[in-house]
C-alpha cells in the first residue's frame, strides 16, 4: 500500500514539474515573440567573433547591408534538428527574397561535423561553440534557449526574432520576396 502512494506521490510530482516547465517555455516564448522595439544591429554585432579559436576570426561582418534570417541551433535540441528539413527546403524561396541564411551552430565543431555528415544543411553554417549563445543573447535571447531565429533587415535592424521552432506560417511571414 505504501508502495503505491509513493508511486502515485512520484508520478505527480513528474506532471507538476513536466507543468511548470511548459508554463516556463511558453512565456519566455511570448516575452520573446512579441518585442516589439526595433534594435539596430551595430558594428559591434556584426563583428562579434563566433570562433572560439582565438586565431580564427569568423563573424559576420561580410554580409553587412544584407538582409540576414540567422538561425541559432545545436545538433542536442530536438526542435532545432525539426526546423533543419524545413529551411532546406525553403532555401530557394528564402535566397528569391534576397535573404541570407545562416545557421549558427552552438556545440562542439565534432558533434556539428557529425551530425551534418547525417543531415546536411542547405545553407551557410557557422559553428560557434559555446560563443553562438553570448551571441544569441546580444540579439535578444534573454533566457538562452534554441531554436532562436532573427531577421535582420539590409539597415541593420532587427526586424523578427523566434524562440522556437520555425515553421511554414513564421517562415512565410518573415520572407517575402
Same mark, same amino acid.
Given at each position: 500500500?505504501?508502495?503505491? +502512494?509513493? *508511486?502515485?506521490w512520484r508520478t505527480t510530482l513528474l506532471l507538476l514539474a513536466a507543468l511548470v516547465g511548459t508554463l516556463a517555455g511558453v512565456l519566455a516564448f511570448i516575452t520573446i515573440?512579441?518585442?516589439?522595439?526595433?534594435?539596430?544591429? +551595430?558594428? *559591434?554585432?556584426?563583428?562579434f567573433n563566433l570562433s572560439s579559436n582565438p586565431n580564427q576570426v569568423t563573424n559576420l561582418s561580410t554580409y553587412s547591408g544584407e538582409k540576414l534570417l540567422l538561425n541559432f541551433w545545436a545538433p542536442w535540441c530536438a526542435p532545432c534538428r525539426d526546423e533543419i528539413p524545413l529551411l532546406n527546403s525553403k532555401i530557394g524561396n528564402i535566397e528569391a527574397a534576397n535573404v541570407r541564411l545562416i545557421g549558427i551552430a552552438i556545440d562542439s565543431a565534432d558533434n556539428v561535423s557529425q551530425f551534418s555528415a547525417q543531415l546536411p544543411l542547405n545553407y551557410i553554417n557557422i559553428n560557434a561553440e559555446h560563443r553562438g549563445m553570448a551571441f544569441a543573447q546580444q540579439l535578444g535571447n534573454d533566457i538562452g534557449a534554441l531554436p532562436f531565429s532573427v531577421l535582420i533587415n539590409a539597415a541593420g535592424e532587427v526586424e523578427q526574432r523566434h524562440l522556437g521552432e520555425l515553421d511554414e506560417n513564421i517562415l512565410g511571414s518573415w520572407i517575402r520576396p
Open positions: 500500500m505504501q508502495g503505491q +502512494n509513493l *508511486s502515485k515573440s512579441q518585442r516589439a522595439e526595433v534594435t539596430t544591429v +551595430n558594428d *559591434s554585432i556584426l563583428f
